[in-house]
């Protein structure tokens, strides 16, 4: 690896990492395209940390205020303290469902499963299911019916956006994308529905990164990609990756998702092609 191949790997984490439109199947399908070697699983999961740091930076108020009332609620005991230690609370349940079935199913993930073919199904089956939660949307606005906030979420509705984050251990589902589009099932608003999987997702990608680096730190130092490249790309990530947090939010103040959902079809299109040509290699 190159610093011009770290640069544009972090640019794809950045942009691709909230978006829903899978932030791995880019990163295996770019490079690919490019005749560079797959980066890994290791690699993907260190460079979160940059995008991980933009949602924290983004988030600075919601998080600090979420942390302190958990602290609060410890201290208490008391978990219902106020609505942003619960709004904590949740968010910690809510991780435990893709930290469970990462660790359950960790070797297929970074192995088999990065397999182009997976990637392309993903693609299209979460857009297909992205598709239906917009109709799901479209008839609840028909009905008159409230569009929830974060304040009006409960213990079962996390728990159900949960298990659609971790449908995003598949590689080329989109870890924003399975997340919003359980919001969108739940009832939350497109904006609401976003802001959560933003705030839910900084526990599973910081154990992640932070798991990859350790059992992995000799080889990734080691190897041909470079601490320089790591940290270039890492830190590219982030502010590609700020950039992309403020953009989805105010995009779904006043759009649907559809823009991604047709995206993702494109590409999986175009996917199948290169693969049935023999342009690409499935892993």
């Given amino acids: 690896m190159d610093i011009i191949q770290a640069i544009v790997l972090g640019i794809i984490q950045g942009l691709t990492e909230f978006l829903p439109i899978s932030s791995t199947a880019h990163l295996r399908i770019i490079p690919a395209l490019l005749g560079w070697n797959d980066p890994g699983a290791a690699f993907t999961a260190v460079i ?9 930076i983004y988030f600075w108020k919601d998080i600090s205020s ?25 968010i910690a349940v809510g991780t435990i469902p893709i930290v469970f079935f990462g660790l359950v199913f960790k070797k297929n993930i970074e192995t ?7 990637i392309s199904a993903s693609m299209i ?18 009905l008159n019916l409230k569009q929830k906030s974060l304040d009006d979420v409960s213990w079962k509705e996390v728990i159900l956006i949960g ?10 589902s989109s870890r ?15 904006e609401t529905a976003a802001r959560f999987s933003f705030l839910l997702s900084l526990p599973s990608v910081f154990a992640a990164g ?14 041909n990609i470079g601490i320089g490249n790591i940290v270039i790309a890492t830190v590219v990530s982030g502010i590609v990756g700020y950039v992309s947090i403020a953009f989805l939010l105010s995009y779904l103040k006043s ?11 494109i590409v999986d299109i175009a996917l199948l092609y290169l693969l049935n040509a023999g342009i690409l290699s499935p892993l």
Avoid: C
């Fill in 125 to 142: 089956i979460l857009a297909i299911v992205l598709m239906i939660a917009e109709a799901f949307v479209k008839r609840r606005t028909a």
């Fill in 255 to 265: 759009h649907t998702t559809y823009l991604f959902i047709i995206y993702r079809i």
């Fill in 210 to 223: 932070v798991l990859e680096l350790v059992k992995e730190r000799h080889e990734l130092f080691s190897s």
């Fill in 48 to 56: 979160q940390f940059g995008t991980l740091v933009a949602v924290f």
């Fill in 176 to 190: 924003s994308g399975t997340t919003i589009t359980g919001g969108l099932f739940v009832g939350l608003n497109r």
């Fill in 66 to 90: 979420i942390t302190s009332s958990v602290i609060k609620s410890i201290l208490t005991k008391n978990i219902f303290y106020n609505r942003d230690a619960v709004l904590g609370w949740m």
């Fill in 163 to 172: 298990l659609a984050q971790a449908v995003a251990l598949i590689p080329g």
């Fill in 112 to 118: 088999n499963l990065r397999s182009l073919y997976v």
